[in-house]
């Protein structure tokens, strides 16, 4: 069964051609297209879509409608899936966006759209319950937490590296002890061993797991695209 997608966008040729890259694809299936917010609140009630493809900033404050209409979602139908769509690489909407769980969230640049197989494998990720986010948003924050070159998650164990993973998926510390099978205490151990080895800054705990979820999503998509 197709992916059913809706796509928003108030810039005509942007919606105009992620219709046209993703029209011959068997597996998505575009069922609606929407020029604001309010078009594309009445598609998604209306449609039911697996995934919202739609800018961040639409009609009619121009402000990030698209990381709104995102968590409004969340809380009616979490089952669907959005991938925000911008011409700026800014970490703090992507923070904004994955502050309530990264799972069945995406964030991309506009530049990588015409990339008809990066863009259908996102929206196949995301409908799946997956994530994804464009390396570029989040290289400054990658930049900043490294000495060096390469991911600053190079200097986390194995173990930490497993528990990142648990955070991404937006688990809380007693299920990724269950998941793990270790104690809630180690599971606070290993967190917080890993704030300190990405130099996150001591702010509010979800303001820290959301950061260490955007390290861990640009180092993963990064790798991706090397293979």
């Known amino acids: 069964m197709a992916i059913r997608v809706v796509v928003a966008d108030d810039n005509l040729l942007v919606r105009e051609g992620i219709s046209q890259v993703l029209r011959d694809v068997s597996s998505i299936d575009v069922v609606a297209v929407s020029v604001d917010r309010d078009d594309l609140l009445r598609a998604i009630d209306r449609e039911a879509p697996d ?19 995102a968590n409004a979602v969340r809380d009616v139908s979490p089952r ?13 909407y992507a923070l904004s966006l994955f502050a309530h ?18 863009l ?12 994804v986010i464009d390396p570029v948003v989040v290289e ?7 000495g060096s070159e390469g991911s600053p998650l190079r200097l986390l164990t194995p173990r930490e590296h497993e ?8 688990k ?19 967190i917080s061993s890993i704030f300190s080895k990405l130099d996150l800054p001591d702010e509010h705990v979800v303001s820290r797991r959301v950061a260490a979820t955007l390290l861990f999503l640009a180092d993963r998509a990064a790798t991706t695209l090397d293979d």
């Open 140 to 146: 400054a924050l990658v930049r900043s937490k490294s």
């Open 172 to 190: 809380s510390n007693t299920a990724i002890a269950k998941e793990l099978v270790i104690t809630k205490r180690a599971v606070e151990r290993h």
């Open 101 to 118: 769980g990264s799972a069945g969230r995406g964030y991309l640049l506009k530049d990588r759209l015409g990339n008809r197989d990066q």
């Open 120 to 131: 259908v494998a996102a929206i196949e990720e995301v409908a799946a319950g997956g994530s």
């Open 51 to 69: 995934v919202v493809l739609t800018d961040i900033r639409m009609p009619p404050s121009h402000a990030a409608e698209g990381v709104d209409i």
């Open 163 to 170: 528990v990142l993973a648990e955070i991404a998926s937006g």
């Open 80 to 92: 669907i899936g959005v991938i925000v769509i911008s011409a700026y690489a800014e970490p703090h």
